[in-house]
């Protein structure tokens, strides 16, 4: 059993809930019981019964949330990736759409500790090679 955001217990023994939990936990998503389910919630059935409603996080933690990720598979912070590396972020950033988010190149930016300039230049280049 874990808690919501709001500390209702959600059950989690369900071997459906295990198996969904880890692609939730990957999206920054949050699971909550059916009835908490609200009209923009994701309830998800198993056998024709309502199991659990899956929250979805707004874009902007979204990205937070894959910029941790790609923190923690690197192993370090992004600033201190080398440029290849981090033309290699900005790729996989694009390719998920990071950049579709309000302010998503100044927040990239900012992980990767360098300059708007210096991701559209990453940008621009995957563009002309």
Not at 8 to 29: E, I, N, R, W, Y
Not at 39 to 49: R, S
């Amino acid at each position: 059993m874990t808690e919501s955001a709001d500390n209702v217990p959600v059950t989690v023994d369900h071997p459906f809930v295990s198996a969904v939990k880890p692609l939730v936990d990957a999206m920054g998503a949050e699971l909550l019981g059916p009835e908490q389910a609200q009209p923009d919630d994701v309830v998800l059935a198993w056998e024709g019964q309502d199991v659990i409603a899956v929250r979805l996080p707004q874009l902007s933690d979204s990205l937070d949330h894959i910029l941790a990720a790609m923190e923690r598979r690197h192993g370090m912070p992004l600033s201190e990736l080398d440029r290849k590396a981090k033309q290699s972020v900005v790729r996989t950033l694009e390719a998920r759409g990071a950049f579709s988010v309000r302010h998503g190149v100044e927040t990239v930016a900012g992980a990767l500790g360098v300059s708007r300039f210096t991701v559209y230049n990453y940008l621009n280049r995957e563009k002309d090679g």
